[in-house]
Each structure stands twice: as structure tokens, then as C-alpha cells.
């Protein structure tokens, strides 16, 4: 009988989602950043994600509890940015064993509510559960969202030709950044008021996994520079590209849009970096190692 | 330091809840089946809610993984129908160990799909994450959902003197019913658009716990009429107050309403019994024994 590392994440995902039906108001299941179901107010849609962390694979035992509970619900927030949306709403999971301080779970509450307030969103509901002593913490934060239908971007309408931009830098996240990253909500907002961006989506497997995905989306092969790719300092360039949890933004947008582009995100983020790394092209891209794949063997 | 297990589930989530902030939309945050929030079409509100189940808590490892899957929707849904309203989107989260066969997680899917269409809602995201080997399979369900503002019914507004329905028979779940119930969310569009329901919750911790919240949500007392419980064949009536996992509905409305419900739900529903168990009050509830506290020691 096959076991789940014998298939790998994304082969385990595309058979799941196989099996699942659509229903009335679905303009986009998943399959993207964020699902896009028929909106609220007039030109917009709702967006909706779910997220999880676990002890001991995105965070360590020992992490400070404000900063594991504002990763989580950063993460969630970062897929809203990564459609050109905004969060609104979150729900919060959380499953743990009795034995646990109350001390921590009060921690992790105000690290997810002090971040969910600086997005100007709230958390309206949540469920604890318990779990035998001894199991991981499970940490799942669900949200939803909306998007102006003028700016929604999908990771599947990237064209041939178009450039590849990555925000910040890449790698070593692993040293603390993964507990204290920025979600690009901003930066996101303003890219797409002033940019039609193709497509976008936020890196959180590493480039490595990430960008084949969001090529293959939108039915492209990709050339990727990698020595242009904009690295943490003290990384290697394959540690930019394999690493993950960078959190940061690739997006794709026509090379014509891309002088202008640079000007004014110059002007307007001056102390965020904005680096293109490649494009999309007719051919299937090249092999990248490394990226995170949750259920690899 | 205090543990969790010190404190219990309800003194938990009123300390965790306290350090939440409201936001924009919000009616109601938690302390209802689901949160409240301002809603798309005129006349409605937005539902949001989520819950979980954790392998060898709520199901037996050995259990079948369409009925699991089953009832992870099927929980989710019965707070939709708790509030007089309807679901419509749905959000996975799965976590489990990478040694788990790939059909046992297709079978899971299958059986929350099956359970949502037979809802007329739909599944548009999921997420799944690696658990280390041995740890136990948490599944998380979040939904989406609406209700008409006129059939929106919280637990707060339960009246002294209301009596106090349920639907169905309770206690011993544990004997199969757990993962085959039927979330209650036709009978309660029925009864929210009939009758002025003033107050009602879904009956998952058991009576002995979900009675005194609904009663203290309310700001009342309540009495129990603990010989007309509708008992399940073959349980005791201790067992039909404390073994929670009923999913049955728990209702309160004005003794003036209760002639014509009954006559009118018996033509309705004539294979579902409703039974008055009792009434609000101005003195404190008796204490029941039994009933599910995730975190008791």
C-alpha cells in the first residue's frame, strides 16, 4: 500500500483535491494561495485560507510562545497578500496535551492577536483540543478575506516573456526570521493598484519549490538567474533558493511595466529590496534542488 | 505553574477569549457555536466556525476513514444549524504522520466531501502538514456560512420561563452514532423560520455541560426534568445527560409557542422526536454530572 512519502506533497494534493466537488459560488478552489469564492461587496471577492504550524517541523519546542503565535498567524496573512487581498476575519485551532502551561497557550493567544491587529484584522472564534501528553502542538489558523476584483492576482495568469521579481532577500530563515517575518500585505496592496501583476504568490517552500509551481500554473516553463537571486547575508546562493519560509513575494509582470516598476517601488519601499530574477519562458524549466516538501522520505 | 489540565475547558477559553480584541464587522466573537460577523447580502449575516478532531479522542484509530472524514464536516455543520443558519464554504486541515497509507486519506476526503454536498456546501482548500511518526492525526474543519438576520439564533437570549426542547435521543454515541448523526441544520431552518426561537446551541459536550452554558449565556438558571430526557434504548438517564457526542439540538422558546411546535413539528418530522426537558429560571441549575471537558485532568 503507498504510503504518503512515497508520493510527496504536491502529487498528494493533486490526488486529494481530485476528489473534491465543486459548489455554488466557487470561482477558484484549491490549488492557489488563497481560495476565491463570490464576494460580499460589489467588484470584490472573498477570499479563504487555512494554515498550520506543528511543533518541531515549523517551530522549535523551545521558541518563544508570542513569536510561534504571531508566525502562525503571519503565514496565513502572507497567502492574502500573495492575491492581491486583505485578511478580515480568523479563526483559530489548536490542539495540545493537558500537561502544557497555561503561561504558554496565554503567549501564543497574544503573539497571534498583537499580529492580527496590526493587520487590522480579528480573531472571532477558535477551539482548543486536547491532545495525549506527549503529541506535537497543532496550530491551524483560518481566515478569511477579500480582494478588489481589479486587483486579485492568481498564480495561473503569468505570460511568456513576463519577468520574475522576487521582494527582500533569500535563505537562512531558519535563524529566526521564519518567527518574525513581514507579510508583504502592504507592499502587495500597492503592487497591485499601480501594476497589472500577471501572476503572484508568496514563497514559502523556497524558490526551489515555489517558482516551478507558479510557472506550471500558468502553463510556463521559466529561466532563472541565479546569480541575481537577492540573498541573505552569509548564504549561499543555493541556500537562497532551497532554504524556504522567506515569506517573501514572487510575482510575475510584462517587461514593459518593469522600468516603471522599479522607479517607484525605489521611491515607495526604499528599504525593501526588489530584484528580478528571471522570466517566464516557452521551454520547461531547469531542476532546482532543494524547497521543503512536507512528506518527503 | 499552572497546567491546563488545572484549569479546565471553560475557565481556558474565558482566559484565552479575554485577550482577544474585536475588529471591524464583528457581532459576536467567540462563546457561541459560531462567530457573527456583517454580512454579504442584505438581510444576512456571515457564520464563521471551526473545530477539530484528534485521532484516538474523538475517533478510534480503527475507525473507517469516510466516517471519520464524515463526521469532521458533519461537526462543523451542526454549529451552523446551532444558529438558525447554513454553511457554504469549507476549509481543510489535516496533519498526520508521512507512514500513513495514501487511501486511508482518500477515503478521509471522500467522506467529507460526501458529507458537505449532501450539505449544499463545498470544500475549496485544505492544507496538510507532517506529523512525526506515532503522533496522532488532527483533522481541523472550518467553515463559512450564512444566516438570515430575522433566523439567527445565539445562546444568549434564552428568557426566564422559556422551556427547554431538545430533538432526538441522547447518550451512548460512543456505541457508533458519533460518526453517523445527522447535523440537525434542515429541522433548524424549519424552526427558525416558524417560531421564534430565542435561544439554541447543538449539543456536542453533553447536556450535564452544554445546558448550564446556554442557561448562563442567557443570564438564567434552569430546571431539569431529568425523567423525560429522551433516552437512547438500552442508557441510563445519567448516561443521556453525560456522554455527550449527540449533535442534537438544545432549544429555548416562549411556553406560549410550545402547543403549536409540537403539533407542528410531529407533522414535519414525525421520525424525529422533540421532547421538553425543562425550563429557564431565575435560580441556579442543579449540578448534573457528566458531560466533556477536554482538559480535565
Same mark, same amino acid.
Given at each position: 500500500m503507498p504510503r504518503i512519502s512515497d508520493l510527496g506533497e504536491d502529487a498528494l494534493v493533486a490526488r486529494l483535491t481530485s476528489l473534491l466537488s465543486s459548489g455554488p459560488g466557487v470561482l477558484a478552489g484549491p490549488g492557489d494561495d488563497c481560495a476565491v469564492v463570490e464576494g460580499s461587496a460589489r467588484g470584490e471577492v472573498e477570499l479563504l485560507k487555512t494554515d498550520c504550524l506543528v511543533e518541531g517541523i515549523h517551530y522549535r519546542p523551545n521558541a518563544m510562545a508570542s513569536k510561534v503565535g504571531r508566525k502562525a498567524v503571519a503565514r496565513t496573512l502572507s497567502d492574502f497578500a500573495a492575491m492581491g487581498g486583505w485578511p478580515r476575519h480568523l479563526l483559530l485551532t489548536i490542539a495540545l @496535551? @493537558?500537561? #502544557?502551561e497555561v503561561r504558554w497557550v496565554e503567549g501564543l493567544y497574544r503573539g497571534m492577536n498583537k499580529c492580527a491587529q496590526q493587520y487590522e484584522c480579528a480573531i472571532v472564534g477558535g477551539e482548543t483540543s486536547s491532545l495525549p501528553v506527549g503529541a506535537p502542538v497543532v496550530i491551524s489558523v483560518a481566515a478569511t478575506g477579500f480582494a478588489k476584483r481589479t486587483q486579485l492576482t492568481m498564480r495561473s495568469a503569468g505570460q511568456r516573456g513576463d519577468l520574475l521579481f522576487v521582494t527582500g532577500r533569500l535563505g537562512g530563515s531558519l535563524k529566526g526570521r521564519h518567527l *518574525?517575518? *513581514? @507579510? #508583504?500585505l502592504v507592499e502587495a496592496r500597492w503592487l497591485t493598484e499601480k501594476f497589472r501583476v500577471h501572476a503572484m504568490m508568496d514563497l514559502s517552500d523556497g524558490l526551489a519549490m515555489d517558482l516551478p509551481r507558479l510557472a506550471a500554473a500558468s502553463g510556463c516553463g521559466f529561466r532563472l538567474d541565479r546569480e541575481s537571486v537577492p540573498r541573505t547575508r552569509g548564504v549561499t546562493v543555493g541556500q537562497a533558493i532551497g532554504d524556504g519560509e522567506d515569506y517573501e513575494l514572487l510575482f510575475a509582470l510584462s517587461p514593459r511595466s518593469a522600468k516603471r516598476l522599479q522607479a517607484e517601488w525605489a521611491r515607495q519601499f526604499s528599504r525593501l529590496r526588489l530584484t528580478c530574477i528571471g522570466s517566464l519562458t516557452d521551454c520547461e524549466g531547469p531542476l532546482l534542488d532543494g524547497g521543503w516538501d512536507h512528506f518527503a522520505s
Open positions: @496535551p @493537558p500537561d #502544557r *518574525t517575518f *513581514t @507579510p #508583504r
